[in-house]
């Protein structure tokens, strides 16, 4: 299921998981966002809003905020003496989408909890783990050709 979302003055098409970064919303990371403009929600069959979806909702965690690359406004007029320099960066906010709801569903409090990666297991150093490791070292590398040669006829002109 997908669904067409407004925000910020845009819109985006989202699915469950998909991650968006949208103009700055307010809260903090890890806060539940709720999209309340769904204009089209699509699957199996197809629901077009007029102008929006009634009972229908997108909510999504926000991640984090953060800003984009600087943008540069570099003005010049020339022969007069005249230049103006200003840079700015635009900030937006990365938000998950967890679900999307319909029939006047309400989303859930709290993000779900997403699965963590698994940590290796620490090994405990024994002597025989020891010498095993000891008995698998790298060759060593080749030493390096001199350039003594190249570096000596560089200079002279034949």
Request: proline letters at 6%.
């Amino acid at each position: 299921m997908f669904a067409v979302i407004k925000a910020g003055g845009k819109q985006y098409r989202v699915a469950a998981e998909d991650v968006i970064r949208v103009d700055r919303m307010a809260g903090e990371p890890g806060q539940v966002v709720e999209f309340g403009e769904v204009l089209i929600l699509g699957g199996e069959t197809s629901t077009v809003g007029t102008p929006t979806v009634a009972g229908a909702m997108v909510a999504g965690e926000l991640l984090q905020h953060e800003r984009g690359d600087k943008v540069i406004a570099f003005k010049k007029r020339r022969r007069k003496n005249s230049r103006r320099k200003r840079g700015s960066r635009h900030e937006f906010s990365v938000i998950r989408i967890t679900e999307i709801l319909t029939d006047g569903a309400k989303p859930s409090a709290t993000p779900p909890a997403r699965p963590q990666r698994a940590a290796k297991p620490k090994v405990e150093a024994s002597a025989e783990a020891a010498e095993a490791g000891a008995a698998e070292e790298k060759p060593a590398k080749k030493p390096a050709k001199p350039r003594a040669k190249a570096a000596a006829t560089k200079g002279k002109k034949k």
